[in-house]
């Protein structure tokens, strides 16, 4: 799929088949995350992946994931992350968004759906997942089969309300 076809096609999937990822599959989108870059290429991100049911029914205390049969808690490591000299900037954020795109895209690419969920309580995650001080879930991926139809493309504001050349 060429890559304006596959950022137009994605969207927020929330709904899901209760049919499992294949490993394949899972293991291609954590490549993408995997390969995706960082900030002084310190790679400060870790990934936790729930798809057993147990897992599955530990994290719903935190967050809905919309059935979802794989869900990606992607967390930052704040011992390992770049941080700006100049006002002390931590790029964890930054890294686990870029390795969650990357990771959303090549769902996507594969045929199946997922919703980039930070609506979710930290504090549940970090016992019910045992997340050590310094990791910092940052948001999580639901990834599956959809169980709905394609949302239609939104709409999306125009380019003189986005590119701003020399001023603002």
């Avoid at 929330?14 to 291609?28: D, L």
């Avoid at 995706?36 to 992946?49: D, F, I, R, Y």
């Avoid at 890294?95 to 090549?106: G, R």
């Avoid at 996507?108 to 045992?130: A, Q, R």
Wanted: glycine share 6%; charged share 25%; proline share 5%.
């Amino acid at each position: 799929m060429e890559f304006t076809e596959l950022i137009t096609k994605r969207h927020s999937v929330r709904s899901y088949m209760p049919k499992k990822v294949e490993a394949e599959k899972r293991n291609a989108i954590l490549e993408a995350g995997r390969i995706a870059p960082t900030a002084a290429n310190l790679q400060p991100v870790k990934v936790l992946v729930i798809e057993e049911e147990a897992g599955l029914a530990k994290l719903g205390k935190a967050a809905n994931i919309y059935g979802a049969a794989l869900a990606l808690i992607v967390c930052a490591d704040h011992n390992s992350a770049w941080t700006r000299p100049f006002d002390g900037k931590q790029t964890t954020d930054i890294d686990a968004s870029i390795v969650t795109d990357h990771m959303m895209l090549k769902a996507t690419g594969l045929g199946l759906g997922s919703v980039w969920i930070c609506y979710f309580k930290p504090d549940i995650l970090k016992n019910e997942f045992n997340i050590p001080d310094g990791l910092e879930a940052v948001n999580i991926l639901a990834v599956g089969y959809p169980d709905e139809a394609a949302a239609p493309a939104k709409d999306r504001k125009g380019m003189s309300e986005f590119a701003f050349f020399e001023k603002l």
